[in-house]
């Protein structure tokens, strides 16, 4: 068995590793995962015409002292030997464990080992040289083979780089590929070589030769400063401005990806606001139909311990202050708060623009003229902030109607994509390299200040990366310069031991947040403690609430984690985890998880499971009004690779759907779509089919 810990093979029935003392029982040596190595090849050049005169135990002492030396340097640079090929031999840096440093350390060795060599042969009186090949990327790694004969190894496309350089360098040369080069071009002197053509990788065309190292350089975070965006926070304030100067309504969106710090820098344009204006944030959990709720918690104190009878007088009181002369709009507000009995309202009447919305926008407008703050007549400018797009259509469409309000009124939205045309749009740009030193500064310490420049532009100046990275030194040692972001990463995942690593990774794949169920279901037995580990890790952060019921949530750190975390599973593993997610979710999620139940029953291998809860998962939607999400999940499940009769069931449902939403083209084409399937499905299946057919032609019919 191999220790994950050191790397050591142990014989089989082995309870400690021999090497460390690790007990191997907790060890994940066997399994596979996919890491980030820098291998380094060394082989000696010449070296058969060079010892060609020489008789064969002193060939043997020679090739054992300079395999010997060059296993020592190895170790020296924290390096494992994964084999010895004849005269040369593989080492790996990043595998079984990790330094940030990995391909430097790697490209180090090979320049020491070559030095090494030379000196070995002018001892004995020969011109020895060699050669070695440094490439970067992402391997297998883990125990191969069958039985007994099992070794610790890597295997990938970057191994063979590897060797194809060393082969293609010149003696006393170390060639290095372009992930090594990249990730430690800050440290050392390279010199391109020119126009290189190598045996099964066309698209190298060039590598860089070792010239000699360049002078060695010496969790919340809710306390950390806010530094940059000052142009972002100027579009805000001269938006704000002129809803107030205007007493008319004005919408402005903040677009980023996801890490760009959208909702820190909210919170920091209403911190320079002060307590002038009153906020109000659209939050809806997914228990709930519409985000009012929300809003009454902030406006009306409300709570969910609280009885309807105690609430509804005290709503009302503060409605009658608020909208005067209006009991209808009370009516409707109540009802909106399940604090009255609901209404029953007539078709023409559902067609039209939705009452509750309009009473919700006029509350909006009375808030600013007469709600806390605005006595003697003064008028209190409103934020109402909107994090990503509402759930359901009531939603949106009173945010679209709060939009409108003739009143100061600003709707601040955050979303990933871009907004409607009317309205502002705040781009978040990446943060210049100096605005990410001074974050990563905060969190690493001035100490390191220095040695993360060169780590900068790698994080691409998103804040949330910015911060993990600083995190990540944090704990790195002084001596340790991290030479790539990605080892950084992956030897921060390392301070975890193998086996809760792997649980990490594999809950990593059920996406950004991940629920102690499914965690103990991932960990099984094997992995005692693994909430308790992880939290302690700081690596999964756990949330106030849930959105799944009786289920305790947990959030990953941050999304640069849960990503380093995902590179690490093996593709070939990755069918079975999603089939265990997906089941898990069927049996304890609510039905608004069904799209994600699906997708994870569709990337594990079963299209029929993932038909019936995309089918789920777009019905939902279509009750909702929600038709381009409606039409995303049809297309997806038409997608999957079902038979005849469920493709054709599919269509007749995406017809069916198109026609209730009010989409006659998007009906007609469904419609043709299902009769193609209809042709190749079973006779008994053609018939029964056939009949749901013909009732959707004739409610086409009736369109035209």
Known sequence: MICSACGTANPTGMRYCGMCGVPLDRQAGAARERRRVSMLFVDLSGFSGLTRDLDPEDLRDLADEVLTVVTGVVETYDGYVDALKGDGLLALFGAPHSHPDDALRAVLAGAASLRAIEDIGKS????????????????????????????????GSAVNLAARLEEAAAPGDVWVGPETHQATRHRIHYQPTGPISLHGFPDITSAHRLVMPKQQQTDPY?????????????????????????????????????GRGKTRLVREFLKRLGGRPLVLWLEQSVTEEAAFAGLGRQLFALHLAEEPRSAAPRVQRLLHGLLPGEPRWHQLILESLDLAQRSTWTRIERRSIDRTNVAWRDLLVALTRRGPGTEHGQVRPLVLIVENEPNDPASREFVALAATAEAPLLVLRTSRRHGVDHAKVVHLPALTPEESLRLLGEVAGPALRVAAAGLVEQVGGVPAFVLELGRA???????????????????????????HRRLLAHAALAGEVVWEGLLRELAGPAVPGDVEVLLREKVLVAQTSSSIPDELEYRFQSEFLRNGLLRMIPFSERPVLHLRIATW????????????????????????????????????????????????????????????????????????????????????????????????????????????????????????
């Open 585 to 704: 979710l069927e049996r304890n999620a609510p039905l608004s998880f069904s799209a994600m139940t699906a997708e994870h029953f569709a990337l594990g291998g079963a299209p029929d499971a993932a038909y019936a809860h995309y089918l789920t998962a777009a019905d939902l939607a279509t009750a909702q009004d929600d038709s381009a999400r409606a039409f995303e999940l049809f297309e997806r499940l038409l997608r999957l690779p079902i038979p005849p009769e469920l493709q054709a069931e599919g269509a007749l449902a995406l017809t069916q759907a198109a026609l209730s939403l009010g989409a006659g083209e998007r009906a007609r084409s469904a419609f043709e779509l299902a009769e193609g399937y209809l042709a190749g499905c079973a006779p008994d299946a053609r018939r029964e089919l056939g009949r749901v057919l013909e009732q959707l032609g004739h409610d086409l019919a009736l369109l035209t």
């Open 124 to 155: 004995r009186g020969l011109p020895l040289k060699a050669r070695a090949g440094v490439n970067t990327g992402i391997v297998i790694a883990g125990a191969i083979g069958s039985g007994r004969v099992r070794s610790y190894t890597v295997m």
């Open 222 to 258: 809710a306390h950390v400063p806010f530094i940059g965006r000052t142009n972002e926070l100027a579009v805000l304030r001269s938006v704000y401005d002129e809803a107030v100067g205007s007493g008319s309504a004005r919408e402005a969106w903040l677009v980023g990806e996801a």
């Open 473 to 499: 030194l944090s704990v790195a040692s002084l001596d340790s310069f991290p030479g790539s972001l990605a080892s950084l990463l992956q030897a921060r995942l390392d301070m975890i031991d193998a086996p």
